[in-house]
């Protein structure tokens, strides 16, 4: 896999700053990273919310792509 660090940040639009910020706390700044990672897992962040999840769930699904667990979806 590339490495994504030094590309620039591609994160929905309207992701809230609190989402934001549990991201990058969590070094992920990049949608692709997102595939990796479970919904549960994001849940778990603090300033992670179903909206936000739901968000990301509509961004990586315009790319093709899902969060870990939903790859069947």
Known sequence: M???DDM???LPAGL???ARRALS???YT???QLTAVRASDLGRL???GA???GQIRVALAAR???LADEDDR
């Open 2 to 4: 590339p490495n994504t």
């Open 8 to 10: 620039p940040e591609d």
């Open 16 to 18: 809230s700053s609190a």
């Open 25 to 27: 706390r969590a070094k």
């Open 30 to 32: 990049r949608l692709d």
């Open 46 to 48: 603090h300033g992670m």
């Open 51 to 53: 909206k936000a999840i």
């Open 64 to 66: 093709g792509q899902s």
